[in-house]
């Protein structure tokens, strides 16, 4: 038997293995949210906290099994808002899955949200006539393209020129040591059915030393927790590669964007990491695209890059950290949880793929955040907060939302938006 070409190899993958694996069933029992593509993000990161008030025209490019879909019709059709889906895959078994999870949710007869699905290649948008989207969502699909320079361009074509894109791509350093059993089992369970492929991977897998890089590596799971469709997406992928912060940047840059900002990007500062003012010192010279790439070198453990990036020309910016015009909203957590995670000296620490990170936060958190809900701004917080504490100065006030809004921002927990 002849051997089938990457592109061949890829869709014939994605058919027999649609991923992420995932059960229509399951839909009456949680909802799957993640980031890029959270509503939350998107307004605070492509619109710059204001959601536009006419109907929203969204692309769900490379749709998969539909995560991205089912999360963000879902967020949508529980805020009222109006919006077209279109979602496209080349995959038809990726798609019935994802028709599927949207049936089981009642969300084919929304009265507010419109979803159409067409099976095809985003690298034929252009050609296509869509009118512009305001908002493309583009989740771990380019680096499996042939040209993920020309794939980028391609979604490029079809965004508005005041829309933005959440763009998701391997990270090289957190994904140490899976290009390596990659490469192992191109020699050693490269023949037969994908079936007979990852059985043979799973012996190799059970065999590998302590030693090797991938057993090293806590941030990787797929290969475990993702069942066979997560170890082939993995470890057996005909075409794959991963992405350092100047490689990202020149990417997005060759395609005439921008930035708009990372998902977590504490992650990417490098004060997240060091605390020493000598070593922060050497630092504060370099731009901010130079102190994410030392930051990813730093923490070792990204394994993703996820971020919302819009047209070099478009000057949105997400409301600054604290505005006091501004509306704080919790992101899938509940604020007692932070509260309860709190030492005595008001420092946070979260676990992130391997890595505690220590927040520090302001001792007025404890009265801050409770009071926090998703349709006070922050002058009304600041303001209870006054009532209680009239010793308080308006610059304390304000230097505490600041670094709240900071610090539970840098890690996903925190968006603003503005009201209408």
């Given at each position: 038997?002849?051997?089938?070409?990457?592109?061949?190899?890829?869709?014939?993958?994605?058919?027999?293995?649609?991923?992420?694996?995932?059960?229509?069933?399951?839909?009456?029992?949680?909802?799957?949210?993640?980031?890029?593509?959270?509503?939350?993000?998107?307004?605070?990161?492509?619109?710059?906290?204001?959601?536009?008030?006419?109907?929203?025209?969204?692309?769900?490019?490379?749709?998969?099994?539909?995560?991205?879909?089912?999360?963000?019709?879902?967020?949508?059709?529980?805020?009222?808002?109006?919006?077209?889906?279109?979602?496209?895959?080349?995959?038809?078994?990726?798609?019935?899955?994802?028709?599927?999870?949207?049936?089981?949710?009642?969300?084919?007869?929304?009265?507010?949200?419109?979803?159409?699905?067409?099976?095809?290649?985003?690298?034929?948008?252009?050609?296509?006539?869509?009118?512009?989207?305001?908002?493309?969502?583009?989740?771990?699909?380019?680096?499996?393209?042939?040209?993920?320079?020309?794939?980028?361009?391609?979604?490029?074509?079809?965004?508005?020129?005041?829309?933005?894109?959440?763009?998701?791509?391997?990270?090289?350093?957190?994904?140490?040591?899976?290009?390596?059993?990659?490469?192992?089992?191109?020699?050693?369970?490269?023949?037969?059915?994908?079936?007979?492929?990852?059985?043979?991977?799973?012996?190799?897998?059970?065999?590998?030393?302590?030693?090797?890089?991938?057993?090293?590596?806590g941030v990787i799971r797929d290969h475990l927790d993702g069942g066979e469709a997560g170890l082939f997406d993995l470890l057996l992928h005909a075409r794959d590669r991963a992405y350092t912060v100047p490689d990202w940047f020149a990417l997005i840059h060759g395609a005439g964007l921008r930035l708009a900002e990372w998902v977590e990007p504490a992650r990417y500062r490098l004060n997240t990491y060091f605390t020493d003012p000598a070593v922060l010192k050497r630092a504060e010279s370099l731009s901010s695209e130079a102190q994410a790439a030392l930051a990813e070198q730093v923490a070792g453990n990204l394994a993703r890059h996820a971020g919302y990036v819009v047209r070099a020309e478009n000057p949105i910016a997400p409301p600054p950290p604290g505005d006091r015009a501004a509306i704080p909203a919790f992101k899938d957590i509940d604020p007692q949880r932070l509260l309860a995670a709190m030492d005595r000296g008001g420092r946070l620490t979260v676990g992130n793929e391997g890595l505690d990170l220590t927040l520090p936060l302001p001792t007025l958190a404890i009265a801050m955040l409770p009071r926090i809900d998703g349709h006070k701004t922050w002058q009304a917080v600041l303001d209870e907060v006054k009532s209680l504490r009239q010793d308080l100065s308006d610059d304390t006030l304000t230097h505490a939302a600041e670094h709240i809004a900071r610090q539970l921002g840098g890690i996903g927990r925190l968006t603003q938006r503005y009201g209408a």
């Open positions: 038997m002849s051997k089938l070409s990457p592109d061949a190899a890829v869709a014939a993958q994605y058919e027999a293995l649609p991923y992420p694996h995932r059960d229509p069933r399951d839909e009456g029992k949680r909802l799957i949210v993640g980031s890029p593509s959270h509503l939350q993000e998107i307004e605070q990161s492509v619109f710059g906290g204001r959601w536009p008030a006419r109907p929203v025209r969204v692309l769900i490019a490379g749709g998969g099994s539909g995560d991205a879909l089912t999360m963000l019709a879902q967020q949508l059709a529980e805020a009222g808002r109006q919006a077209e889906l279109l979602y496209l895959d080349p995959s038809h078994a990726a798609r019935a899955v994802a028709e599927a999870r949207i049936a089981a949710r009642g969300l084919e007869a929304s009265e507010t949200v419109a979803i159409r699905f067409a099976t095809g290649s985003l690298l034929d948008l252009p050609s296509q006539g869509h009118d512009p989207f305001d908002y493309i969502d583009s989740c771990g699909v380019l680096h499996h393209l042939d040209d993920p320079d020309a794939g980028l361009r391609a979604l490029v074509s079809v965004l508005a020129p005041h829309g933005g894109i959440g763009l998701m791509l391997y990270g090289a350093y957190g994904r140490r040591g899976v290009y390596d059993v990659q490469a192992i089992l191109r020699t050693l369970a490269a023949e037969g059915s994908p079936k007979e492929r990852i059985s043979q991977a799973k012996r190799v897998l059970a065999q590998l030393p302590s030693t090797n890089w991938l057993r090293r590596n």
